[in-house]
Nanobody
Framework: QVQLVESGGGSVQAGGSLRLSCAASYTYRPYFMAWFRQAPGKEREGVAGISRDGTQLLYTDSVKGRFTVSQSDAKNIVYLQMDSLKPEDTAMYYC???????????????WGQGTQVTVSS
């Protein structure tokens, strides 16, 4: 069983930064952990992910160069550093865990409750 708890969301102005954290508890650390987001009326979108050993990273094109995914040395906290935020980044952000390297939401059996990020112009 895997439990995920997100934190760090909030409201910022465009151009600002936020860092999201995902605290994970598990019997065995899943292979891949990722951040997703969902804006009202839109589908859930994979944003960034990191493998257990930290060598495999995935980013969706719209956040490349602005967002950075990382994890703690103990690998039980996954971070999403978000810089140069834009209003279109506004969404509920979710942490998720899966057994394969992917940003496809339907491959993820474990999800957190989400943390809201709001970016104003």
């Amino acid at each position: 069983q895997v439990q995920l708890v997100e934190s760090g969301g909030g409201s910022v102005q465009a151009g600002g930064s936020l860092r999201l954290s995902c605290a994970a508890s598990y019997t065995y650390r899943p292979y891949f952990m990722a951040w997703f987001r969902q804006a009202p009326g839109k589908e859930r979108e994979g944003v960034a992910g990191i493998s257990r050993d930290g060598t495999q990273l995935l980013y969706t094109d719209s956040v490349k160069g602005r967002f950075t995914v990382s994890q703690s040395d103990a690998k039980n906290i996954v971070y999403l550093q978000m810089d140069s935020l834009k209003p279109e980044d506004t969404a509920m952000y979710y942490c998720a865990a899966a057994g394969i390297k992917t940003l496809s939401a339907n491959q993820y059996p474990y999800w957190g409750q989400g943390t809201q990020v709001t970016v104003s112009s």
